[in-house]
């Protein structure tokens, strides 16, 4: 059985975004350097040629994973509410391990850039905190493990 993959709307479009541009724009470009390559004769001892199909392999096997993701998507819908923890949500939390306050928001897989301030659904903090209240007090399963109080929760940026 294949799993589903959580999504927003905004990773669904963005991953077509990189299939489009994968799809139309470099594997053309690839097979146009390997004919090139090909061009310059003995393919045994050819590092354009090799770099050129190293590259189009690499742009094959991402375009076979965005493929199978947006085949095997599940789109969330943002929470409209901000009574408990959901994707979509600005959440403020207190590291009570560590003594630290920080801002974050859930979005769906492959869409977390935690140096933005976003985490994925999969995330240890993200699993902690999904469906919690504010005044809520949870354990992260990291490592090492913390634990983290909600202080708000929004659907706009805290």
Do not use: W
């Amino acid at each position: 059985m294949t799993n589903k993959y959580t999504l927003t709307q905004e990773g669904v479009d963005a991953l077509e975004e990189e299939l489009s541009v994968l799809v139309n724009v470099e594997r053309p470009l690839v097979l146009k350097e390997i004919e090139e390559a090909r061009s310059f004769g003995d393919l045994s001892e050819n590092a354009d040629y090799d770099a050129a199909r190293n590259k189009q392999a690499n742009i094959e096997s991402r375009i076979m994973e965005i493929e199978h993701i947006l085949a095997h998507k599940e789109i969330v819908e943002y929470s409209k509410t901000s009574k408990t923890v959901a994707v979509g949500n600005y959440v403020e939390v207190h590291d009570r391990t560590n003594d630290d306050t920080f801002s974050l928001r859930i979005l769906g897989q492959f869409e977390g850039k935690p140096l933005n301030g976003t985490v994925s659904v999969d995330a240890p903090i993200a699993q902690a905190i999904l469906g919690k209240k504010v005044g809520d007090r949870v354990n992260v399963k990291a490592q090492p493990p913390y634990e983290v109080e909600i202080l708000n929760i929004s659907t706009e940026p805290i």
